[in-house]
Nanobody, 124 residues
Framework: QVRLVESGGGSVQAGGSLRLSCRAD?????LGWFRQVPGGEREGVAM????????SYADSAKGRFTLSQDGDRRTVYLQMNNLEPEDTALYYC????????????????????WGQGTQVTVSS
């Protein structure tokens, strides 16, 4: 069992920045960030392999979002810069304790544990 607590959402204008945090009560194998708009599917944004620190980003996040983690590998930060109205969504932190193939690491089905979500709203 992994308990996840997110923080850091809010409202910003286009071009602004936000930093989301996710604290896990135990270091997972993978920790990912996903987002979802009403009526939409949960979309993978970025993930990190806790042990190695290797990261992967969705095309929509590349060049604008950056993942980092604390030394204890239990807190992960998603720095989001140059935000766009299209980034408006409920952002979820997710974790798994199991290895997963690289091609599946931004898929929601790979993750077992989920946080409650934090809202990000970007106005134009």
């Amino acid at each position: 069992q992994v308990r996840l607590v997110e923080s850091g959402g809010g409202s910003v204008q286009a071009g602004g920045s936000l930093r989301l945090s996710c604290r896990a009560d135990t270091a997972p194998y993978l920790l990912g960030w996903f987002r979802q708009v009403p009526g939409g599917e949960r979309e993978g944004v970025a993930m990190i392999v806790s042990m190695s620190g290797a990261t992967s980003y969705a095309d929509s996040a590349k060049g604008r979002f950056t993942l980092s983690q604390d030394g204890d590998r239990r807190t992960v930060y998603l720095q989001m810069n140059n935000l766009e109205p299209e980034d408006t969504a409920l952002y979820y932190c997710a974790a798994t304790l199991s290895w997963a193939p690289e091609g599946t690491r931004l898929s929601a089905g790979t993750y077992t544990y989920w946080g409650q979500g934090t809202q990000v709203t970007v106005s134009s």
